[in-house]
């Protein structure tokens, strides 16, 4: 089925992102007559958004500096006066990017834009104390990029303007982290919690003793048990999947992102239907359209009547972000698409013994540190997985399947990576707990594989935002979260004398989710 097809492609995409990346900032923009140039800044450029000064917009003259001018890099100082009130264009080389937008501004430049040597513009990466230092907005732009400005300037009469924008608002960058952090771990307990219905024997009602466990997700979106070929196939998939948007990020960036809305609307319906049927005054609400019947719906497979019922709420969501998702209001959209996609995934896609969990982390493990730390060595010098993160080559657009948490100079950013792929472990995990007959509150403590494993997430999803921050550079989240869940996992099954059990999956007692006809 397409929709089936669809789903699965957008699961991949999802769990493809499996990188801890410093938080994003915002942009700088340059727009002179009808030309516009957009160019983004790192996380640690000196957070260009707490200040008043550098979040104003520049409207001034263009002074471009010429090629033959002896001072064209700006490394010394400029006569007084010589940028008054405009904004000084010069070029790359020979001293520090700090050097020439103090120079500039000392001599009265309002904004610094610098033309790089090549055509490509890059995030400018600079320590707060040095940034800070510059007190004007300042950008580096593509060699052929500034060279068209001088010559729109040229043309035009009127001011240039130079704006930072993207500024969110005054969390501090820590608080951000934290937030991110307690979303990503309450994002996993409540994807594996609600995956696991049927097996804690609390799912709906869908006639003759049948259950399902995520209301509101059709039997035609399960899309199976993985096995350790799946887990094969799923980290070479991945892997292709991340050199396409690698090398075609322009191209495919759009197709993406339709891809993570369809996703999207999907997931917040079934999310919607979930609470829907939680909260239902009575039984009776499981009669007619409200009922968890499948209805066949072209060649977009099964849908259920009360999924159906919440589509239209579902989609207005989408909608407006989709619309809005260049405006730095629309996180709050994204980060609720972005858990509805994880609970959705994880009631369509299950392992079933820590075998095939072993195999799957421990390729994944070894895809995130080739795809951040080798790949540079292969790839020209540029990390694959932080390119495709931070959508180098996206122009204005990124890469939505991520978490984001506003702060002063720009986002926090989690990928869905980080959520699904150590959750199919967690979900196990919990549903391991329940065919041992623990519930309620012993499902909550350390006699369960559950808590452990949450406790393993926290401490490494944690372990690898602080690994970034020290270092100032994109991790493998993986590295830290893989030998934080799978390890104490394992270890507790040995310690418990359960570990056969475990390793194959005989543990659990199999749950079949019969076809509703």
């Known amino acids: 089925m397409l929709r089936r097809l669809l789903l699965c492609c957008a699961t991949l995409l999802c769990a493809t992102l499996v990188v801890a990346t410093p938080p994003g900032g915002g942009k700088v923009t340059v727009d002179v007559g009808a030309h516009k140039w957009i160019a983004a800044w790192a996380a640690d450029l000196g957070c260009p958004c707490a200040s008043a000064a550098l979040r104003a917009s520049t409207a001034a003259k263009l002074n471009v500096v010429a090629a033959t001018d002896a001072n064209a890099d700006a490394c010394k100082p400029y006569a007084a006066g010589a940028f008054k009130g405009q904004i000084a264009l010069v070029r790359r080389g020979t001293c520090d990017f700090v050097v020439k937008v103090v120079n500039a501004a000392q001599a009265g430049a309002v904004g610094v834009i610098i033309r790089n040597n090549v055509s490509a513009a890059f995030a400018w990466q600079l320590g707060p104390k040095r940034a800070g230092a510059m007190g004007v907005p300042a950008m580096v732009m593509g060699a052929s990029d500034a060279d068209a400005l001088a010559k729109a300037a040229a043309n035009h009469s009127g001011n240039a303007s130079l704006a930072v924008s993207g500024c969110p608002w005054g969390l501090s960058n820590n608080a951000s982290q934290v937030l991110i952090t307690l979303t990503g771990i309450l994002t996993v307990i409540v994807a594996t919690w609600l995956s696991s219905a049927a097996d804690r024997g609390v799912g709906d009602e869908r006639g003759a003793g049948e259950y399902e466990a995520i209301p509101g997700l059709a039997d035609d979106d399960l899309i199976g048990e993985l096995d350790w070929k799946d887990a094969v196939g799923f980290m070479v998939m991945a892997s292709g999947m991340l050199l396409v948007l690698f090398f075609f990020m322009k191209q495919a960036i759009m197709v993406v992102i339709c891809l993570y809305t369809f996703g999207a609307t999907n997931s917040l319906a079934s999310l919607l239907a979930t609470a829907v049927r939680t909260l239902r005054p009575a039984r009776s609400w499981a009669k007619g359209h409200w009922s968890l019947r499948d209805t066949a719906i ?156 949450i406790l393993g997430y926290a401490v490494g999803l944690a372990g690898a935002n602080v690994a970034v921050r020290l270092m100032a550079m994109g991790q493998p989240a993986l590295l830290y979260i893989v030998p934080c869940t799978l390890g104490p996992t394992l270890l507790l099954a040995k310690l418990r004398g359960e570990f056969a059990g475990v390793w194959d999956g005989s543990i659990l007692v199999r749950q079949t989710l019969p076809r509703v006809q």
């Open 298 to 453: 072209a060649e977009f497979g099964y849908v259920t009547h009360l999924a159906a019922w919440c589509y239209p709420f579902a989609l207005a969501i989408t909608v407006w972000w989709f619309v809005t998702r260049h405006d730095v209001g629309s996180w709050w959209q994204q980060d609720l698409m972005s858990f509805a996609l994880s609970v959705h995934i994880l009631g369509m896609v299950r392992i079933q013994s820590a075998k095939v969990a072993a195999y799957l982390l421990s390729l994944m493990f070894v895809y995130d540190i080739f795809w951040v730390f080798i790949s540079p060595l292969l790839f020209g010098g540029k990390s694959v997985m932080v390119a495709v993160a931070t959508g180098d080559g996206a122009d204005n657009e990124s890469l939505p399947m991520l978490f984001a948490m506003p702060h002063n100079c720009g986002f926090s950013l989690l990928g869905l990576g980080d959520i699904v792929v150590p959750s199919l472990l967690i979900s196990l995990a919990l549903r391991m707990d329940c065919a041992k007959g623990l519930t309620g509150a012993q499902l909550w403590g350390f006699g369960s594989y559950w808590a452990p494993c």
